[in-house]
């Protein structure tokens, strides 16, 4: 059942984030915590990242040149480097990530990578990174 201690105890499974108790309020009950899983594309070299993969993983052996189309809103998808290389993840024209940059630029090391969640066909919205860095190109 859903309680102000259930929302207080809030906890989270997984390198997403995914909830394992939400607190709806109003003594709704809460099912078993559910693990997400999402299927995985990898990429070996340059190319464009389709939006609706879920997870996509960099694998090339030296830095890639990957492009990403406009999604669809509620997109949800992680990229990640299972390669450390300069990779960049450079957005289609007109789009860009959080309203302002359409370049994403991995740092050097493996696991590098974004979450990003469409909003619209012009932006994906960044919910969480690590060592990239974002421009305008």
Known sequence: EATAANAASLKTAGGL???????????????????????????????????????????KATAAAMTLAAGTAGDILAIYAKVGAAHTVTAGAGITFNGTNNTATFGTAINDGMLLLCISATLWVVLAKTNITFSTV
């Open 17 to 59: 984030g995914v909830a394992k108790r939400v607190w709806a309020g109003g003594g709704i009950t809460i099912p078993a915590a559910k693990t997400l899983r999402m299927p995985a594309t990898d990429y070996g070299a340059n190319g464009a990242i389709a939006p609706d993969v879920g997870m996509a993983t960099i694998s």
